[in-house]
């Protein structure tokens, strides 16, 4: 994998939390590419640090050591200013909690990053997302009036209606049931597979990390194992062998 | 489950610093007028015990116009040189002493201007030498006609050392004195209480202070060794009879003290007044935070249901954090409340010149007051967020709830109810019963009708005031925000209402009355030149009479009157009296024809007090002045209350028996075509020798006249700039809590790309329109107010309504700029906010 074909990077990477005593090892030099136009998920057991990995990646989060890239752009070392900006722009985020703003309409929740940013969403990529997402005849809803599915589908359209370089997703189907659940993953990898947008979720569910092209398991704060185009199988498989419990 | 109750309390400990906070400055309040009027009234005490320490008895004869303290000063009436040697021969009476002591010596300082004095009189006196409390600083006492000694604090305030030529204006116009000594009081005071002090040789004092020689106005008594004042008092007033007060030095002492304590405790009640006004205010304040409070701990209070706490033992939780933030803040309140009292003495004591202030004490009333104020209020305040409170189900513990919004209808029929009934008090109060009481009582269930009534009327306002600041999506978010919690915001804003609302109103008021004033007085005041100064101290400001006839002198002038003014007894009632050299003069420069001069034994009087007291033209009736015996006025005219100063008009000799025998004010009207420019310097020359007062033209002397209202309205914005303060931490409260509130919504909103710069900008916007919101509610509700109170004295002259509104906007812009200033913090704590810790899942 060249340079220019990956999307997010972490090399070295460390998070120490506390000092002394209470010091906690989150992450222990963990390497790791994220390849343009891919579905990759994180896996790993509670406290493996998945999403710690996730955090620093998006610029949520600090390393302690090492360096984390969006495209050729260092996050490590960027201030509020420009860690803000790169969100706004180059990163989207799809929660567990959904996280909608309660006061905004589905439509306006969707415009909201670029609304901040200041750019008009490109029309017909808005009404490519849209219709994708299925929520054609629920725009003018608020949050309160949509369902569980219905909202995460709102918080996908977010994340994708700007192409951010990057989309993380944080156990975007944790809060689902199964049939909502699995929309939401099919239409994450459609829009890798038919719009070459990148993804990187973090999971503990074989079933979701089956829909993505790669998994990478973390242990203890360390890449453990990785597994090219997984089915749910070989994804138990993994974590049966060896300590990639979860 | 108290346990429990006070380990949630410390756990909360912002909202716990806030709403008890508004308690505090509340208590405050309340305490600081307790301790302000207890320690002033001890002052006082001490003071007249000092003043009458060396008088055991004191002779005077009975007051013709007996004058209340505080209502001016009473003109003593003369006691004839024989009296005194009556009196000191009584038995028991060491030494007898004519006393000459009356207000109205004023010094005329190095800088030529009259020393003024905030409120203790200028008591010019005859020299009988120095007394057990006196310390002669400087030189001697007068003993020539041409000499004169003051004390220390008459010769620092005018700048004045012995030898000097010292010019003194008492009853009679300007004499030039040497000054021959300077005393002071023991302990290194200059005064006793600020009292100015001109000592003369005793005829001079007798023709300057009392008209005419021969005459004291009180003999002070030393009894012989062994004898009680109260004996000897007894023994003179059997020799002379009852014309006269005997009165031993303590009984005086209590006397006076009395008078200025009833003074004090009208001071007092204004200062409560406030005080209830910010209390009032607090409690919007509280029952925000107590329902924020309960509404955030459903889970918690929801458990405790489930594990089997009662409805019962649920509201005790509530009102026994309420009980516990009342007690504190009560106790602070108090705290504050001393320093606040100890803070008004020490001020009073500065502003009354050389007033020696008691060490301040906290009587118990304050401390009763106090602590029965904060804890009520609070507990009012939570007595329906407790109930809300044990309505939650048990289940909800279980449940993550979003609790709906629920419908406002209930609160906006009730609004409605409570607001109609405010407005039919107030009505009944204005037009029908004229009782104060009902208008306070209508204001403020009016006031709470409207609150009930704001969250309704918040959506469209909030909605439109937000439009404002929507060109930005921090501004558009902000405005949102405001409209979410129609509940929440219309607390906030009606807190702030109360505040503005009474300041519009008193403004309103003011404004028209002024207004009113002056346009009745540019209507009717022919004169164009008037010669007037500004009261200082109780005793009005006069010249010299014969500026009025050398000023008919000047050409150009058509007519020239002078009004004097007094108090006086008529028919056994006392009330305010003028006087005048020639009515029909003064009718002309007052425009007002068909009245002549009026004969020695006529006087002229209002139509309105001839109604009320039931008196035409041609009745006789008995005026008793100041000085001089009881006279029969026959009434020759009457003329409409706004046609002339004042109800009562009495005749050029009347003016020989008042207290203040020179004109207090002088008309000048010009002839025709003459301009005021010619003549205007001319009077100026004339009232030169007069420095008290000063000629002006109309226009001046109208804006100088209404200089008043704008004094109120000042104390009134600064009294309920504390209500006012209030409702600002309210506000500061409210948003404090949407910030804690919506964590997650922040940090999701700074996940996607929120500058912090923008997201105090958010909770900038929601705080400035939650804060115009409620500055708007309150200008229109005291302009209603106002206009309501105006249009009801439409009968007491006040004809003009005035809606100020410069004011008005000022206040508007003032509440916005309060809005960014609550801003401050809750919008730092939203920007510093931890983005991972926001929206990481539990």
Sequence with gaps: ?246 | MLRATLKSLLARKLRLVLSGLAVVLGVMFVSGAFVTTDTLGRTFDNLFTEGYATTDVAVTAKPKVAVAEMDGEEVPTPLKASVVDQVAKVEGVKEAIGMVGADGARVIGSDGKVVTSFGPPRIGANWTGLDAIMEMRQGRGPAADSEIAVNAEVAKAANIKVGDKVAVLTQLPKQTFTLVGVWGYTDDRDSIGGVQEVAFTTPVAQRSMLGQTGVFTQVTVRVDGGQTPEAVRDRITARLGDAYEVKTGKQLAEESSAGFKDALSFFNNILLGFAGVALFVGIFLILNTFSIIVAQRTKELALMRALGASRRQVINSVLTEAVAIGLIAAVLGLGAGIGVGALLVWLFGRMSGGMDPATVGVPPAAILSALIVGVVVTVVAAVLPALRASRIAPVAAMQDVATPDRPLTKITVAGAIVGAAGAALLGVGLYGASSLLLILAGVLVTFIGVALLTPLISKPVVALLGRLFSWSVPGRLGRLNSGRNPRRTAITAAALMVGIALVTGVTVIMDSAKQSLAAQAEDTIKAQIIVSGEQSGPRPPTFDEAVLTKAQQISGVRSVAGVWSDQAVIDGERTYVNATDDLAKLADTYGTPGLTTLRGDQMAVSVEEAKDRGWTVGSVHEVQLPRGEMHKYTIAATYDEDRLPGSYMLPAAATKEFGIIQPVIGFVRLDDGVAVDQVLPQVKQLVADSPEVSATDRSSFIAQQSGDFDTVITMVQVLLGLAILIAVLGVVNTLALSVLERTRELGLLRAVGLGRAQTMRMVTVESVVISVFGALLGVVVGAGLGTAVVRALDGEGITDLVLPWERMGLYLGLAALVGVLAAVLPSIRAARLNVLSAIAHD
Aim: hydrophobic share 40%; aromatic share 6%.
């Design chain 1, 1 to 246: 994998m060249n340079g220019t074909s990956v999307a997010a990077r972490a090399e070295e990477v460390w998070k120490v939390y506390g000092s002394e005593e209470a010091r906690v090892v989150a992450l222990r030099g963990v390497s790791a590419s994220f390849g343009r136009g891919r579905f990759t998920a994180i896996m790993g057991p509670s406290g493996s640090g998945k999403s710690t990995l996730m955090h620093c990646l998006a610029g949520l989060d600090t390393v302690t050591r090492g360096t984390v890239h969006i495209g050729d752009t260092e996050v490590t070392g960027l201030g509020d200013k420009a860690l803000t900006r790169l969100r706004r722009d180059r990163v989207g985020f799809i929660f567990q909690q959904f996280n909608l703003l309660p006061t905004l309409t589905a439509a306006e929740n969707i415009r909201l990053p670029m609304d901040i940013a200041g750019r008009k969403p490109d029309p017909q990529w808005w009404d490519t997302v849209i219709e994708t997402v299925g929520l054609k005849d629920r725009l003018g809803h608020r949050p309160s009036q949509l369902s569980g599915g219905q909202q995460q589908r709102v918080a996908c359209a977010r994340a994708l209606v700007s192409r951010p370089d990057v989309i993380f997703a944080d156990e975007p189907t944790g809060n689902l049931d199964s049939k909502s659940g699995a929309e939401i993953l099919s239409f994450l990898r459609a829009s890798v597979r038919e719009h070459g947008q990148t993804i990187v979720m973090v999971t503990h569910d074989p079933v979701a990390a089956s829909y993505t092209d790669r998994v990478v398991f973390l242990a203890d704060g360390a890449i453990v194992a990785e597994l090219d185009d997984p089915t749910p199988e070989t994804v138990l498989e993994a974590m049966k062998s060896g300590e990639v419990l979860v």
